[in-house]
């Protein structure tokens, strides 16, 4: 079992920044491979970001490449996303999420969620 806490979420402008933490209960996190989904108002939830075991091999969306950067460092069992440059589209709820070893990059990948925190970008 894990459980996963997220933070940092808030209302920022355009061109702004946040970072988003997610940490995770238990003395495993090292074997869990770590993801972002989003979920924007009346919308599925959306593949964001994913990083590998060891932290060495991300991967994103899309929509995201060049302004978000997913990393993780398992002494804390905290997997962070720096989030630069957001637009109002990146508006939504940000979950957390884990699946055993290997990546997540659909939700019916995922093992466990987090409760999610708001992101909100306005014009």
């Known amino acids: 079992q894990v459980q996963l806490v997220e933070s940092g979420g808030g209302l920022v402008q355009a061109g702004g920044s946040l970072r988003l933490s997610c940490t995770a209960s238990g003395r495993t996190f090292s074997s869990y491979a770590m993801s972002w989904f989003r979920q924007a108002p009346g919308k599925e939830r959306a593949f964001v970001t994913a990083i590998s075991l060891s932290g060495d091999t991300p991967y994103y969306a899309d929509s995201v490449k060049g302004r978000f950067t997913i990393s993780r460092d398992n002494a804390k069992n905290t997997v962070y996303l720096e989030m630069n440059s957001l637009k109002p589209e990146d508006t939504g709820v940000y979950y957390c999420?884990?699946?055993?070893?290997?990546?997540?990059?659909?939700?019916?990948?995922?093992?466990?969620w987090g409760q999610g925190t708001q992101v909100t970008v306005s014009s």
């Open positions: 999420a884990a699946r055993r070893r290997v990546l997540a990059t659909s939700s019916y990948e995922v093992g466990y």
